[in-house]
């Protein structure tokens, strides 16, 4: 995620200096410890919160536990992980559903901070899971915001209940009193309730929100805030558990560029934890808040655990079983490849997910140069072609590839590029599908300078096979990447390889780059 951008490229280059050391000292710890105060601080992380997490930090790393580690430098940052889990909140907080529907879900927060968008998310995340949401529309002072919530709920799916106009006019306590009962006649299982916000903390907001409480007696009153907004979101934080309490937290923006030290200090100020994270405008662009994956974000040793899921949801079982099959009978045609495709497209933005693959926080300028578009490319092509040249690329012969060129908006070069870039895919797709594990020979840095790419590649050449036959090659590459040691994560944690460019550069080809 972007807001903690600055504060993951401080941390795990204050990690590096410290991996060079074999032996830890007092000096030591304490120069990293005053490194890591520093990157908080300059994060915009509260100085209370900033105090105690360094102090434990330090404590711990000057115990035994560190002295007697085999490998002190991983050890530090084994404990900086665990005390990041523990100032996020510790364990996930699931929503609590009442044991009798419906369940009352009031939201919370100031003017801009996203509760009215978040909404239509919540809805359309609960219908999901199976539950039938009303959204209740109290926002009636903000301008065309009962407006604003009936065309997210459209966009969502969802029903509303939203009798008043607002911009001015309506009693909103009634509105929420009177939208509960709609929702238990209606038989609706869930009411998310859009309260309204003022640009700053006064009387009248808190009243009216603490009123809509009573009048609710909600199972959840969730606090929707800015995590772009700095040292003010703790402040406004308390005034909001003073002025109404609130069971949970979500956060909203954290695919914003700003410093994101609210993440990391409105759950330890207020106790209260961070049950949702938005990372994005679209309504499917919201995810529960699990303290460990963020903290193994924050520090770039991925988050594979969030990205297997997103797979799950978006792919078919019964889908990924034909294609196994296919596989395995060797019958995979580019219709297959197109529709794979088209599977990874429902997980969302492919930069997203890079971004969770451990070890990716040093390779940002590649990922920025990611180009998404290039899979819409590559489907222009695919549906230029006629069924019997999509089951059979053979035939695709020069007076054809021209005609899918035109017809695609492409060039001729293009066609052969993705020709023999399915060729390779469905190569190591069938050796995936008999057990074997396909080796993915190099082909330089997304978007690199060409000085540094061609370097790299005269290296890579070098080490490498010559020959020019290209199965041979990639067989006996193979067995180069066999026989070379292999790495562990960003610092050892998880085991997990970190990509190298060249996987990147191999995957955004397979994925249609020309």
């Known amino acids: 995620m972007a807001t903690f951008g600055t504060l993951s490229d401080r941390l795990t280059e204050t990690f590096r200096n410290l991996r060079k050391k074999g032996q830890l000292t007092p000096a030591d710890v304490d120069g990293t410890v005053r490194e890591i105060r520093r990157a908080l601080l300059d994060a915009d992380v509260a100085l209370p919160v900033v105090k105690e997490f360094t102090a434990a930090v330090r404590e711990r790393a000057l115990g035994d536990e560190v002295n007697r580690a085999l490998n002190p430098a991983q050890q530090v940052v084994q404990i900086v992980n665990d005390e990041l889990i523990g100032i996020l909140g510790g364990q996930q907080r699931r929503l609590q559903f009442a044991k009798n529907p419906p369940t009352v879900i009031m939201l919370a927060g100031l003017q801009g901070s996203g509760k009215t968008t978040f909404a239509g998310k919540l809805a359309k995340m609960l219908e999901k899971d199976g539950h039938t949401p009303l959204l209740v529309a109290c926002d009636l002072q903000r301008p065309n915001a009962v407006n604003q919530l009936q065309v997210v709920a459209e966009r969502a799916g969802a029903a509303i209940y939203a009798p008043e106009p607002g911009n001015g006019v309506g009693n909103p306590v009634k509105v929420a009193r009177d939208g509960v009962e709609y929702a238990k006649q209606k038989q609706y299982d869930t009411v998310i309730i859009d309260t309204a916000g003022r640009l700053g903390v006064d009387a009248e907001l808190m009243k009216q929100a603490a009123d ?17 907004i700095g040292q003010d979101a703790v402040n406004t934080a308390k005034a909001f558990q003073d002025g109404v ?6 956060l909203s923006k954290l695919d914003g560029d700003a410093r994101g030290g609210a993440a990391l200090s409105v759950a330890s100020v207020t106790g209260r934890p961070i049950i949702f994270a938005s990372t994005g405008e679209g309504l499917d662009d919201v995810e529960p808040f699990h303290p460990d994956r963020m903290a193994s974000r924050i520090l770039d040793l991925g988050d594979i655990l969030t990205l297997i899921e997103q797979a799950q949801q978006a792919f078919d079982e019964a889908e990924a079983m034909k294609v196994a099959e296919k596989l395995a009978t060797e019958t ?3 219709e297959d490849f197109l529709e794979q495709m088209q599977q990874m497209k429902k997980m969302g933005s492919m930069k997203k997910m890079l971004g969770m693959l451990p070890g990716m926080g040093s390779m940002k300028q590649q990922l920025e140069d990611f180009d998404e578009r290039e899979i819409d490319r590559t489907e222009a092509i695919i549906r230029s072609m006629t069924v019997a040249e999509r089951r059979n690329p053979k035939i695709l012969n020069g007076s054809r590839r021209l005609r899918i060129a035109r017809g695609s908006g492409m060039t001729v070069t293009d066609v052969n590029q993705l020709v023999q870039r399915f060729e390779q895919a469905a ?9 074997g594990v396909p080796n993915i020979p190099g082909m330089g840095p997304i978007g690199g300078k060409p000085g540094a790419s061609s370097k790299r590649g005269k290296q890579q050449k070098a080490k490498g096979s010559r020959s020019g036959n290209p199965a041979k090659r990639a067989a006996e590459n193979a067995g180069i990447t066999a026989a070379a040691p292999a790495t562990g994560s960003g610092f050892g944690l998880g085991g997990q390889k970190a990509p190298s460019e060249a996987d990147l550069a191999e995957l955004q080809k397979l994925l249609g780059r020309g």
Do not use: N, Y
């Open 427 to 435: 190569k190591m797709m069938k050796t995936v599908a008999r057990g």
């Open 332 to 334: 995979f045609t580019l």
């Open 245 to 250: 309490d609130f069971t949970g937290v979500v």
């Open 212 to 228: 809509i409480r009573t009048a609710t007696q909600p199972d959840e009153v969730l606090f929707v805030i800015d995590a772009m």
